[in-house]
């Protein structure tokens, strides 16, 4: 059973971090684009991070303006990362890991999700 699990999410003040996990099963997800998505209350999922393996332990990697210099996605065999820094009453949403074959930011173009972590920012 394909399964991705998502750990790491909680309450944090402003300015503070927090290290999402993702761990991924069933299936190897080494030639798989992984990305990070966020849904706040009332709005839309959105984008937040990807990454995707290229050659010789090189990853390509993509951030939404709004995230960039704050986070950093990173991967390790099986378990997708998202280290968040500096953060913000508007980075406040639940965060869900996602896999797919195609490198997108569209959430249409990933099929096999979390069930996704709340990160609380109180300012």
């Known amino acids: 059973q394909v399964q991705l699990v998502e750990s790491g999410g909680g309450l944090v003040q402003a300015g503070g971090s927090l290290r999402l996990s993702c761990a991924a099963s069933?299936?190897?997800?080494?030639?798989?684009?992984m990305g990070w998505f966020r849904q706040a209350p009332e709005k839309q999922r959105e984008f937040v991070a990807l990454t995707r393996y290229i050659h010789a332990r090189t990853y390509y990697a993509d951030y939404a303006d709004s995230v960039r210099g704050r986070f950093t996605i990173s991967r390790n065999d099986d378990t997708l990362y998202l280290q968040m820094n500096s953060l913000k009453p508007e980075d406040t949403a639940v965060y869900y890991c996602a896999a797919s074959p195609t490198t997108s930011r569209y959430s249409s173009d990933y099929g096999i999700w979390g069930q996704g972590t709340q990160v609380t920012v109180s300012s």
């Open positions: 069933g299936r190897t997800f080494s030639t798989y684009t």
